[in-house]
């Protein structure tokens, strides 16, 4: 999960047994593990130009219930 990743947690389809990573909130994921996962990195999308991000918190509960909705677990 990345605020840099170009495609949205809504267009994934999440299986069980699929991990999330997430960078500190501070600076995020290392450049080199989005490229390395670039077909697989996802963002949340804002709305609005320079929007910010959420906090990892709550990053972490969109992701991690979306994930959950999908798999039925």
């Given at each position: 999960?990345?605020?840099?990743?170009?495609?949205s947690?809504?267009?994934?389809?999440?299986?069980?047994?699929?991990?999330?990573?997430?960078?500190?909130?501070?600076?995020?994921?290392?450049?080199?593990?989005?490229?390395?996962?670039?077909?697989?990195?996802?963002?949340?999308p804002?709305?609005?130009?320079?929007?910010?991000?959420?906090?990892?918190?709550?990053?972490?509960?969109?992701?991690?219930?979306?994930g959950?909705?999908?798999?039925?677990?």
């Amino acid at each position: 999960m990345s605020t840099k990743a170009p495609r949205s947690h809504w267009d994934a389809v999440f299986h069980a047994g699929d991990y999330l990573v997430f960078g500190p909130e501070s600076r995020g994921l290392p450049e080199s593990m989005l490229k390395e996962h670039a077909d697989t990195a996802l963002t949340i999308p804002m709305p609005g130009e320079g929007a910010r991000s959420l906090n990892l918190s709550t990053a972490i509960a969109v992701v991690l219930y979306e994930g959950l909705r999908q798999t039925g677990i």
